[in-house]
């Protein structure tokens, strides 16, 4: 272990990849592309990640990377997944730093990994990043699994490091997009509405009150303290205070028919608040003092670290295309876009450096079509032939599809934007090396 840390932190220090030391250049059958575009770069993913062309074209753009790279678990699936645990970590270093340079200053990175190498990824990526720009760990769960010797291990870890973490937007999430949360907010409005329509407003919102006690008791939360007010149609809200910090003042706005007196050490949120959140309809009165409505479905946490998106629902992925069986491990798109929604905004670029089946373009496109973002994704996948005598092999054989990791990934997204309707967007790169002597 302290062989493989010296060598980790050796490497690290060297200097990060600029016009000066990147030392070749690499041809390919496009001599141009666009980062504006949804690009498939074919090739070994440290040597594309060091062309000077793509170099000069994505660096300080890229706002999230998200990578699945081999665990190193010793154990050979439809590709091989055996190295020692020095050059497993020379290996990930490598191209972990060669990515450090393509994001932009609130851009985060988030690695999935299991056990068999998280204390080496962390070591390295401490060095690359920064101990001070690790943002956590997220836990994912896994299928049960009941041959194990001694510990049933449940669990993956995705870890997340930022460029500059000062920099980076909180992680909020909307607690409708928490499955526990869903459950319990779904739960409350069914009994509340329930008790609605059968007994009126009155019985309805002393229910509510008596369910947010229970609630929070049961489920060991306090947030919902706060969404113990119904509206007359049966929403569910938080009656935010519209005082704000500074100077006393009168309120008195015709337009809406609102007059307020000033309070004994706060002043009131401006005029022109007052009057957007009248226009629509987001102001409730008790005792003559406005309040800002936020209604429970709208409420939002900082994202969990342990999440239930289990390596089944990649599976599940796959199986929804018809594409059962075409890769051994892949993650669940649901997982991808989740990250992808927490870190990027409207045209931001997404880079997966170890594309296998195309999860991640995939999960842009999908996020693209429900909420517009224009996301623009950069794939990377080495040409790498399947292993025969594997069930992925024999599906490729059944699809009629040449076995190879990067066939795979094409076909994937085809076969995806060809069942939703949506044109295919990538466009292929294929990298050939050449040296520059």
Same mark, same amino acid.
């Given at each position: ?71 190193? &678990? ?5 590709y091989s997944d055996r190295r020692t645990s020095i050059a497993w970590g020379e290996f990930m270093n490598e191209r972990i730093q060669a990515s450090y340079s393509f994001l932009n200053d609130r851009g985060c990175i988030f690695i999935s990994i299991d056990d068999s190498e ?21 836990? &994912?769960?896994?299928?049960?699994r009941s041959n194990a010797r001694l510990i049933n291990t449940i669990h993956e870890y995705i870890i997340c490091y930022a460029k500059d973490i000062s920099k980076v937007q909180p992680f909020k999430i909307s607690r409708t997009e928490i499955a526990e949360d869903y459950e ?15 007994? #009126? ?18 489920? #060991?939360? &306090? ?64 005792? #003559? ?24 629902? #990649? ?28 870190? &990027? ?5 997404v880079m997966d450096y170890f594309a296998g089946s195309g999860t991640t373009g995939q999960a842009v496109l999908e996020v693209n079509e429900e909420l517009k973002m224009n996301l623009k994704c950069v794939l990377i996948q080495l040409n790498e032939n399947v292993h025969p ?49």
């Amino acid at each position: 272990m302290n062989e493989l840390r010296q060598n980790i932190t050796n490497v690290s220090n060297e200097k990060l990849p600029n016009d000066d030391n990147i030392g070749r250049r690499i041809e390919n059958q496009l001599l141009d592309f666009n980062i504006k575009e949804n690009n498939i770069f074919v090739g070994d993913n440290l040597k594309v990640m060091q062309d000077i062309n793509f170099y000069n074209k994505y660096k300080g753009k890229v706002s999230f990377i998200y990578i699945d790279p081999p665990y190193n &678990t010793q154990v050979n699936f439809s590709y091989s997944d055996r190295r020692t645990s020095i050059a497993w970590g020379e290996f990930m270093n490598e191209r972990i730093q060669a990515s450090y340079s393509f994001l932009n200053d609130r851009g985060c990175i988030f690695i999935s990994i299991d056990d068999s190498e998280l204390a080496n990824l962390k070591t390295l990526c401490d060095s690359i990043f920064g101990k001070e720009n690790f943002i956590g760990s997220f836990i &994912t769960k896994q299928s049960q699994r009941s041959n194990a010797r001694l510990i049933n291990t449940i669990h993956e870890y995705i870890i997340c490091y930022a460029k500059d973490i000062s920099k980076v937007q909180p992680f909020k999430i909307s607690r409708t997009e928490i499955a526990e949360d869903y459950e319990m907010i779904n739960k409350l409005y069914m009994e509340v509405t329930n008790k609605l329509n059968s007994e #009126g407003y009155s019985s309805a919102d002393k229910l509510l009150k008596e369910l947010v006690k229970k609630y929070c008791y049961d489920y #060991g939360i &306090t947030w919902l303290n706060n969404y113990n007010n119904l509206s007359k149609d049966g929403k569910i809200f938080f009656a935010k205070d519209l005082s704000t910090p500074g100077k006393p003042r009168t309120v008195d706005i015709p337009e809406i028919n609102l007059h307020l007196e000033p309070l004994k050490s706060r002043g009131w949120s401006s005029d022109k608040r007052f009057i957007e959140l009248y226009h629509n309809n987001r102001l409730s009165f008790k005792a #003559g003092r406005p309040y800002l409505i936020q209604y429970l479905e709208e409420s939002e946490d900082n994202a969990p670290s342990i999440l239930n998106f289990y390596s089944r629902f #990649g599976t599940n992925d796959l199986k929804k295309l018809g594409l059962d069986g075409l890769f051994d491990t892949p993650k669940p798109v649901d997982m991808i876009k989740y990250f992808i929604r927490l870190v &990027t905004k409207k045209d931001d670029i997404v880079m997966d450096y170890f594309a296998g089946s195309g999860t991640t373009g995939q999960a842009v496109l999908e996020v693209n079509e429900e909420l517009k973002m224009n996301l623009k994704c950069v794939l990377i996948q080495l040409n790498e032939n399947v292993h025969p005598n594997t069930e992925v092999y024999k599906k490729c054989l059944e699809l009629k599809l040449q076995p190879n990791v990067v066939e795979i990934l094409k076909f994937r997204l085809n076969t995806f934007c060809q069942k939703n309707k949506i044109v295919n967007s990538f466009k292929e790169i294929t990298f050939k090396e050449i040296n520059c002597e």
